[in-house]
C-alpha cells in the first residue's frame, strides 16, 4: 500500500502525524549521527512537508536534499530541492535548475531529546497541479526520498542503502499514499 500521509480541510498539529526517520546510513565520524525526521500532510490541496534534524546549531543551506515525484509513472519527474536551515539552495525539476517557489518557514526549539531546528516547505496546489497535471486527492500516489549529506561524503537517508556504489536517493523513492484524516 505505500506510506500513507493525510490530506485533511484544517492545519494537522505535528505531534499527532507519523515521523518517517531517516535510518539508513553512511557514517565515518561520531558528530555527523544525527537524527533526522520528515513529517508530511496535505492541506487544502498544498503539500506540507516539515523536516525536525536534531542539531543545536544548524547552519548553512544545503544539506537536506528533497526529492519527490508526483507522477510516479514518469521516472522523470522529480522535484528535487536542496535546503537547510538558512534557506532554500536550489529547486531542481527533470535535472534543471527552476524557479519555482516554495513556502519555508525554518525554526529552532528543544524537547526531551534535546535542541532540534525544523524546515517547513510548503508546495502549493497551483504548482502541484502544474508540474503533474493532477490534483492531491484522497488516494493520490506520490513517490518521496529524503537525503542528509555532510562535507565529508557521510549521509543519511529515508529509503535506500547509502552504502550501495553509484548510491542514487532518486532511484530509491518510496510509494506515500493520501487518505483523508
Known sequence: MGNIIYKSDNIIPWDTQSAFKMTNYRVSVEE?????????????????????????????????????????????DILKIDFGFDGIKEIS????????????????SDDEQGFYWCGELVLKADTIENLSGK??????????????????????????NPEEENFKAEDCMDVFVVLNY
Open 135 to 160: 490534483k492531491l486527492e484522497e488516494d493520490s500516489i506520490f513517490t518521496l526520498n529524503m537525503t542528509q549529506t555532510f562535507a565529508n561524503g557521510d549521509m543519511f537517508v529515508l529509503f535506500g
Open 93 to 108: 525539476y527533470r535535472n534543471k535548475k527552476t524557479d519555482i517557489r516554495l513556502e519555508y518557514r525554518p525554526f529552532k
Open 32 to 76: 555527523n549521527m544525527i537524527f533526522c525526521y520528515l513529517k508530511t500532510y496535505v492541506h487544502g490541496g498544498d503539500l506540507v512537508l516539515c523536516s525536525y534534524c536534531f542539531t543545536e546549531n544548524p547552519k548553512g543551506n544545503d544539506n537536506l536534499h528533497l526529492y519527490i515525484n508526483l507522477n510516479p509513472e514518469n521516472r522523470e
